[in-house]
């Protein structure tokens, strides 16, 4: 055998029992620390997580004018609806979308936190809501929860001596729909509206929109009690709650966001200077709200309202007619409502009140896309939206209980303003 040969073998014999050496090394060094490599991997990196935190989440803020649908929290449990009307904000006008986030019946629509209490309900729930809303801004789409306050048969029967009362019955009033309402001036209550507003900006909603921040009124009220607020003092009892409301939610969390807050308020609450009978005076809710979005349904004006013998046949001139009183109103300095929010002009004309002089812009009206008292199709439609820009106004909210929207009478997006 030739020395090159003998050579190489030798090398080749080397270069094996080397390899052999490092595989045996490494094979006995993890027998040796069995688990404790890998389970101080995943420590490392657990611990690393923990440091770190979950991803942000992230807000997109309010666009400058806001063309919004409504979603109940029965449709954005079902993927039909999600695809359809996100198809629809996408083709059109529309760049925002309001989703219930507690319902007529005080069902929560998301998983709450271990550290509240759940009452649970028997509505609709949207267990992948945090991912939901996250679609959603990954399109651009601005996100607003909607939470029903006041009117909440889940609360009532969990801690009836909260709920306004009957005072023939002994028990929870309800309402000609059988549905219960908590007293106004119930500040446990308070609490539990607080704790829902911040887990909802907590988990991704931009907005935070408040309806039925009224007292009851369809219902036979000669029978009702009030144990935790003055009935005589409805207006100023609620604006005590959105002074405390707004004090508690508009704080910015750890990212630096302070959550938006929009308050429903009844139509009439444009043209009208008494509460309705049920509290809500414009002036009164202002100095709170990021936005007020008065709900000026046609349908739910009263004969004669401006003159009209069937509002359900003016619709533009009822949302115009709206707007416009509104308008004055947010943008005067001055106003005859006694908030507690507006300092008297003089002693000698205490009737008179200081007012800071809102942008006409924080005005965001309900308009209407479903059909009571009249038919509701693409001139209908349209012509809200119209009188509603002609008066100055850029912003609204289409209302419709069947989460169907008339396409028809959404500029496409392109068109927008």
């Not at 094979?27 to 990196?45: M, Q």
Request: glycine share 6%.
């Amino acid at each position: 055998m030739s020395k090159r040969v003998s050579l190489t073998l030798l090398l080749l014999t080397i270069s094996l029992f080397v390899v052999g050496a490092v595989a045996l090394l490494l094979f006995f060094g993890a027998v040796a620390l069995g688990k404790g490599v890998s389970t101080y991997s995943r420590e490392a990196v657990r611990e690393q997580i923990i440091k770190q935190g979950p991803p942000p989440v992230v807000h997109i803020n309010t666009p400058p004018f806001v063309r919004a649908i409504y979603m109940s929290q029965c449709a954005a449990a079902t993927d039909s609806f999600r695809r359809d009307l996100v198809s629809l904000i996408e083709d059109t006008e529309l760049n925002a979308i309001i989703i219930d986030i507690k319902d007529f019946t005080g069902t929560v629509s998301f998983p709450r936190g271990k550290e509240v209490e759940d009452l649970g309900g028997s509505g609709c729930t949207v267990p992948d809501m945090k991912e939901f809303i996250n679609t959603l801004h990954n399109k651009g789409i601005y996100v607003i929860g909607r939470i029903t306050v006041f009117q909440d048969p889940l609360y009532t029967s969990a801690y009836p001596e909260q709920a306004v009362q009957s005072k023939s019955k002994g028990m929870p009033w309800k309402d000609y729909k059988g549905l219960s309402f908590v007293d106004v001036g119930a500040k446990p209550f308070w609490d539990y509206i607080v704790d829902i507003a911040r887990e909802s900006h907590a988990i991704g909603f931009d907005e935070l929109n408040f309806d039925y921040i009224r007292y009851p009124s369809d219902g036979p009220m000669s029978d009702v009690q009030f144990n935790y607020s003055n009935y005589d003092q409805r207006a100023i009892e609620l604006e005590k709650f959105f002074q405390y409301l707004s004090s508690k939610v508009r704080k910015a969390d750890k990212n630096g966001h302070v959550p938006t807050l929009s308050a429903d308020l009844f139509g009439m609450t444009t043209t009208n200077y008494d509460d309705l009978t049920i509290g809500q005076v414009l002036e009164r809710a202002t100095p709170y709200f990021d936005y007020i979005a008065p709900m000026t349904y046609p349908s739910h004006y009263p004969p004669g309202f401006n003159g009209y013998a069937n509002p359900n046949e003016n619709v533009y001139g009822v949302v115009k007619y709206s707007a416009d009183r509104a308008v004055e109103r947010v943008e005067s300095a001055t106003t005859t409502i006694p908030a507690l929010a507006y300092v008297p002009v003089s002693t000698s004309t205490s009737h008179v009140y200081r007012k800071p002089a809102r942008d006409r812009n924080i005005l965001r009206l309900w308009l209407q896309d479903f059909d009571y008292g009249g038919d509701y199709g693409p001139v209908e439609v349209r012509a809200q939206i119209q009188a509603l820009y002609d008066s100055g106004l850029h912003s609204w909210m289409l209302w419709a209980p069947s989460n169907r929207y008339t396409k028809s009478a959404l500029e496409p997006a392109e068109r927008s303003q």
